[in-house]
């Protein structure tokens, strides 16, 4: 090459060039295969596509800006892990009631990731036009990777605290926990099309800010700098799977009008899907994190009615309108959080993490920040129940609930018009009644009660023994269903579950560490230091 | 070019010394951006329309800056994405 004079070396690819080198060049046409038999999903659902080289990938991101970029991103990353983990940074969190959020997190969040990276997968193989197969192959990795770094971000916290351990099969088999585990399967089990506009675009693009920012935002902010920086390194992929759901709406909308409808549906039902998962997102911003950055309801305001109403209004050109019931999450924000954190409260014995009543200090930020609803309803509710435990008789319920049959949340919302009445519907099919939480899953179910019927709803399945584990005599004299259901789902009493002050992380904390277990209640123990002369 | 929606879009990145140039140049190049800081993360507001700017952005590092090393801050984003070697445009297309 020197010897040659003449040569030049050859021009740099523009970032368009290299995009289109990657995504049109790289592809071939089959010729001993028929392209019907190659790619088998793609028709059934009834989206139509006429030319598949329309896609166009807005962050045209090519392989080796990829490998580079996230490459640097890992070893940012596990630099922080390793000094978190020298530091003793399991320790610098607020307090052990921070940890239940962690624990919420690795059971009930993690676990999707993998589910994410498995229906990615499938696209990555069941798209005919390769620039969106690329893209579904780089999401794939990406998903793969948060699954693995959270995981092992938390493993650091697992090697000194209870409950985190098991928490693949507690995702299997804690019944709250078949919520997360639900609407994976629910969209892996749909066609391609509706898994994309399902996880890509309902999902990552309409409603996950909320996770991202001001849930991480609250990790930082107490101090927890391992989940904030797998966080955040997994966020700087999301942009990019937002990107990627925007995109495939436009690209659907413009190719065939007859698309238009579908679409909107499966907007519809994910949009109501997801916002009823990140119900649990709700009740970790306002009631678990013991140093909150904003209040659910405010998160609401900003990411889904401005954010989210700017998105709507640009897709309004395509005929496409906001979500159903869209104004019945509006009408919810002031009462989601705390509906949500009584069940968790009542039924504190059948899940994997501990709680607590709010003090009068967050009663009182919740008054100010829900100043419609606090007072009204749920002040004199958890009032109550405080002196209950001061009684010495804390609040139980001691049945299991009743189950929609498509968000799997048990029966616990209002009435979209009054926050006094339990919303509960319900509908006849084959002979059979199917309950739901509200007219939004109701209406999924309609559409589609031949899947809705199969639903495994932990409930329904530990009142027909199903949830025991083997060995375990239903006919046995003192047989007690809920204290097998328990061993199931591998939760131990004192453990996971009850009231944070009883815990065993509760008692450890304030031993290792001299500071209370929960900021807002003071020393549960002996352990924790006097710094005050008071 | 111009867009006439004044529908927000949004940006985010990390808080950190790497951002700082980033968030820098994207303020001076969008005179109605706005700046939201939360703990560990900045989000920039902007009516219809935000652009990156590569040159900006190396003009303030100090150094060239490749318009793809955004992705390692980057949080989130709202608005129909446009990139190109030398600009990343955030946009709503209709008002």
Request: glycine share 6%; charged share 25%.
């Amino acid at each position: 090459m020197a010897a040659d004079g003449n040569m030049k070396p050859a021009k740099k690819l523009s970032l368009k060039e290299n995009y289109a080198m990657l995504t049109r060049g790289l592809d071939w046409e089959p010729t001993y295969q028929k392209k019907e038999d190659i790619f088998r999903m793609i028709d059934f659902e009834g989206i139509k596509i006429h030319d598949w080289d329309k896609w166009e990938d807005p962050f045209r991101l090519t392989m080796d800006a990829y490998w580079k970029y996230q490459g640097e991103k890992e070893r940012k990353l596990y630099a922080i892990i390793d000094a978190f983990q020298q530091g003793n940074g399991q320790f610098n969190v607020t307090d052990a009631r921070y940890l239940q959020a962690l624990k919420i997190f690795l059971t009930g969040i993690v676990e999707l990731e993998y589910a994410s990276h498995r229906g990615f997968c499938m696209l990555g193989r069941e798209f005919p036009g390769a620039g969106p197969r690329i893209a579904a192959q780089m999401q794939s990795i990406d998903e793969l990777r948060h699954c693995t770094t959270q995981i092992h971000a938390i493993s650091h916290y697992s090697k000194y605290f209870e409950g985190m351990a098991n928490f693949p099969e507690q995702f299997d088999r804690v019944w709250y926990l078949s919520i997360p585990k639900s609407f994976f399967e629910d969209a892996c089990t749909s066609g391609p099309f509706e898994f994309i506009v399902a996880i890509s675009f309902a999902f990552e693009y309409v409603l996950t800010n909320l996770a991202f920012m001001p849930w991480m935002s609250g990790a930082a902010f107490n101090g927890d700098m391992s989940t904030v920086s797998f966080g955040f390194s997994a966020q700087s992929d999301e942009a990019r799977h937002m990107t990627l759901g925007i995109e495939v709406i436009k690209f659907l909308l413009e190719q065939d009008p007859a698309n238009v409808a579908l679409v909107q549906k499966w907007i519809d039902k994910w949009f109501w899907r997801g916002y009823r998962l990140l119900a649990l997102l709700a009740t970790m911003m306002d009631y678990v994190l013991p140093k909150r950055v904003m209040s659910w309801g405010e998160a609401w305001t900003i990411y889904y009615e401005e954010n989210g109403g700017a998105l709507f209004a640009d897709l309004a050109r395509y005929g496409i309108k906001p979500p159903k019931y869209a104004d019945v999450t509006i009408k919810e924000k002031g009462r989601v959080s705390h509906e949500m954190w009584s069940v968790f409260y009542a039924n504190r014995d059948a899940v994997n993490f501990s709680t607590w009543l709010p003090s009068e200090e967050e009663m009182a930020w919740f008054s100010e920040k829900y100043p419609d609803t606090f007072d009204k309803y749920y002040r004199p509710r958890f009032e109550h129940w405080r002196q209950l435990e001061k009684e010495g008789k804390p609040f139980t319920c001691k049945c299991l609930p009743q189950l929609c049959q498509v968000c799997q949340w048990p029966c616990l919302y209002t009435e979209p018009d009054d926050a006094t009445e339990f919303l509960h519907r319900e509908t006849e099919y084959k002979g059979e009644t199917f309950h739901f939480c509200s007219d939004g899953c109701k209406d999924i179910f309609a559409d589609e009660p031949e899947k809705y019927v199969h639903a495994w709803l932990p409930v329904n399945q530990i009142y027909q023994g199903n949830c025991f584990l083997p060995g375990v005599d239903p006919t046995a004299p003192d047989f007690n269903p809920l204290v097998e259901a328990l061993k199931y789902m591998g939760l131990k009493p004192g453990v996971d579950g009850g009231l944070l002050k009883d815990s065993i992380d509760a008692q450890r904390w304030e031993q290792w560490t001299s500071r209370p277990a929960n900021i807002h209640e003071g020393a549960y123990t002996d352990f924790v230091r006097k710094t005050t002369n008071g | 070019m111009a867009t006439t929606s004044t529908q927000p879009v949004f940006i985010a990145f990390q808080d950190n010394n790497d951002t700082r140039p980033i968030i820098d140049a994207i303020m001076a190049d969008n005179p109605n951006a706005k700046l939201n800081e939360m703990p560990a993360l900045v989000k920039i507001d902007c009516p219809g329309r935000l652009v990156v700017r590569r040159d900006t952005i190396s003009e303030l590092a100090g150094r060239e800056f490749d318009l793809r090393e955004i992705y390692i801050n980057l949080i989130s984003l709202a608005g129909e994405v446009d990139e190109t070697d030398e600009e990343f445009v955030l946009e709503w297309k209709t008002s």
